[in-house]
Structure formats: structure tokens, C-alpha cells
């Protein structure tokens, strides 16, 4: 006969993995998933410790998947019922932030905001400044990915100042790379790259993040219109193995087709277009699936426009106003190098359009 485990047992052994999926210690937080596994199947009655493994195990499939699937979001879903009538506020805020944390990751970012702002209110009773921090990166990640710049780089900054004080430096730098993105997006490119390079000089131990540094600077490079510096940055990132076999690795496979095909080397470029293209249907990534639509239409299709309407209805639908400013500019001069200005000036004005629609939303109509 088993022995009856005590919840308190049981919920130190979920404190104890939650912390490792905080740090990214994949592999401890295998082994403490079995052991906690183990004790919640033995554990005494217990409703509230129940919802607390429910939800970390949904957060470590986040982890080891960069998304849940359809079986644990609905699994999830039944934990909101025991939340109800709750007055556990750590409770309360890990499901808000974890629901949010799962929104972000599936590119539903207005939804992950408000389940943030809701999380907000109760960070004061999130005694783990570990917790706290990686609160504030995502909530950062979030803004960023809104256009709400000045908050993206509060919160990261936050976040930042909390992973450097708790020797988290693979965080620390994740951070850095959204202060730089939101840097490269209004235009103060030097200040973005002086960030990524200083970011670069510390990661030679953290491979996966170094990728992401190469992948931003890339990304910059392209908003500076600097081609080969841009094919240089996103085979560079490429090279590195473990961002090879990230999710991100569509993204980057994508970027450096499209540059290619700026560059006129259109063998090259539907060689990596077609390995991104396999990596977004996978995925199921929305602004990539745009952006292949825009890419696909103008350099594969000789200047196809339904498509690129296609695209940037897709960009729409979702908020990406950034996105749609830059795939508008870019098919834009295309259409102008082709001696099409009538055409170019309509999409000229999508663009100015959709600039004005991400200087307008302020964060609470996010």
C-alpha cells in the first residue's frame, strides 16, 4: 500500500520545478516533473495544489514545446473553475500569467496583454524575484510585439536589472535583445546594434541566444537596407546548431531568402524560401505566413499583388501594423523599380496608413 504523500510535500516539489523552468534547466525539469508527478499521484485531497501542477505543467510543455497542444489547453482550461472562488493570489497570478505566457506564444497578443494586466495586479503577493523578473520580460515581449515601445523597454529593462543581480545571464540578454528590437523599430539603428554587439561579446556560452543576437542584427541590417550585411548575420545565426533546430529557424530561413531575393539571387533565395515555408506550415506562424505570402508574390510570382493583398490582410487581422508598414515599403519599391509609381504610391500609403494605426493604439485598446 502506498503511503499518503502531504500536499505541502508535494507543492515544495512543484516550487522546486517551476524554478528550473524559470531558468531554463530543461533537464532538471524532467526529473523534478517525475518526482512531482509522482508525489501529486499519491498526494492527500488536495484542489488548490492540484491547479498549482496543472499549471506548471502546462507552463514546462510551453517550455519543451514553445507551445501547448490542443490536449493541454484543454486541460488547462479546467483549472480556471477552482480559481473562482480562490483567495490564493499567487494562484490566481500564475494562471493569469501562464494563460498570457500561452496567448504570446500563439500570437495572440492583445489577448496575452489583458491576461498580463491582470497578473500585474497581483505580483505583489510573488515572493521570487526570479518570478518577478521573468514576469516583466514577457510583459515586455508582449509590448514589443504591440508597437508599445516605451513600455517594451521599461519592462525589459526591469527584467534585465533582476536577471543581471541573480547571475541569470542568458535572460539578462534575451532582455537585451528587446531593448535593441524596439531601438531598430523607430529608426535609431546604431544605438540597436552598439546593444546586440555588446550583447554578443557575453554569449559565446549561451549558443541558442547568440543565434537570436545574429538574427536581430540581421533584422536590423535589412531596416538599413544593408543586404549583405544582412546575409551575413542571418547565416551566421544559422550556422549555430541549436537555433538550426529551434522553431526560430523558420523565421531566419525566411529573412535570408528575402534578402537573397533583394540581391537578385533568386536560385539561392527558393532554396531557403522553400525550408522556411516547411517550417511555417509546421508552426502555424501568422506574421510569417504573411510575410512568405508578401515574399512569394512579388519575387516567385513577378509582382503577384493578390497575393501581397492576401498577406497583408492576413498582417491585419492580427494587429501587425509594424509588419504591414514594412512589407508595404518593400512592395512599394519594388513596384517603383519596376516603373509602376501609381502602384507604388497606393502601397506607399498602406504603409503610412499602417504607421498611423501603431502610433494611435495606446495600450489599453491593445
Not at 207 to 228: P, Q, Y
Not at 296 to 306: C, D, H, S, T, V
Not at 314 to 342: D, M, N, P
Amino acid at each position: 500500500m502506498s503511503t499518503v504523500v502531504q500536499a505541502e510535500k508535494a507543492g515544495a516539489k512543484i516550487v522546486d520545478w517551476y524554478s528550473c523552468i524559470i531558468s531554463r534547466s530543461i533537464d532538471q525539469a524532467i526529473l523534478l516533473k517525475e518526482q512531482a508527478s509522482a508525489l501529486v499521484k499519491n498526494m492527500e485531497p488536495n484542489d488548490k495544489i492540484l491547479a498549482y501542477y496543472s499549471l506548471v505543467e502546462f507552463r514546462h510543455e510551453m517550455l519543451l514545446r514553445q507551445n501547448a497542444g490542443m490536449e493541454e489547453e484543454e486541460r488547462f482550461a479546467k483549472i480556471e473553475p477552482i480559481l473562482e472562488n480562490t483567495v490564493d493570489h499567487l494562484l490566481k497570478y500564475l494562471y493569469y500569467f501562464i494563460s498570457g505566457q500561452n496567448e504570446y506564444i500563439n500570437e495572440r497578443y492583445k489577448s496575452a496583454i489583458k491576461l498580463f494586466r491582470k497578473a500585474e495586479r497581483l505580483l505583489e503577493y510573488v515572493d521570487d524575484d526570479a518570478e518577478e523578473a521573468e514576469f516583466y520580460y514577457y510583459a515586455g515581449a508582449v509590448c514589443y510585439r504591440l508597437n508599445q515601445y516605451p513600455f517594451a523597454t521599461s519592462y525589459a529593462e526591469q527584467a534585465k536589472t533582476i536577471f543581471d543581480r541573480l547571475g541569470y545571464v542568458d535572460k539578462g540578454l534575451n532582455c537585451q535583445i528587446i531593448i535593441a528590437a524596439t531601438n531598430s523599430e523607430v529608426g535609431k539603428y546604431e544605438k540597436a546594434d552598439e546593444i546586440l554587439k555588446n550583447a554578443l561579446q557575453q554569449a559565446e556560452m549561451h549558443l541558442e541566444t547568440k543565434a537570436l543576437i545574429l538574427r536581430t542584427l540581421g533584422l536590423n541590417a535589412i531596416r538599413k537596407r544593408e543586404w549583405e550585411e544582412a546575409e551575413h548575420y542571418f547565416k551566421s545565426a544559422l550556422a549555430i546548431k541549436e537555433h538550426r533546430q529551434s522553431p526560430v529557424s523558420m523565421k531566419s530561413q525566411y529573412n535570408l531568402a528575402n534578402v537573397l531575393f533583394r540581391l537578385q539571387r533568386d536560385l539561392e533565395a527558393r532554396e531557403f524560401f522553400k525550408k522556411a515555408e516547411v517550417g511555417i506550415l509546421y508552426y502555424r506562424n501568422t506574421e510569417y505566413s504573411a510575410r512568405s505570402l508578401v515574399t512569394k508574390g512579388l519575387y516567385i510570382e513577378n509582382g503577384n499583388l493578390a497575393l501581397v493583398n492576401k498577406g497583408i490582410d492576413l498582417l491585419r487581422e492580427h494587429s501587425l501594423e509594424f509588419e504591414i508598414a514594412e512589407v508595404a515599403e518593400e512592395t512599394s519599391a519594388y513596384l517603383e523599380k519596376a516603373g509602376k509609381s501609381q502602384e507604388a504610391l497606393k502601397y506607399m500609403k498602406v504603409a503610412y496608413e499602417a504607421k498611423l494605426n501603431q502610433n494611435a493604439l495606446g495600450v489599453d485598446q491593445a
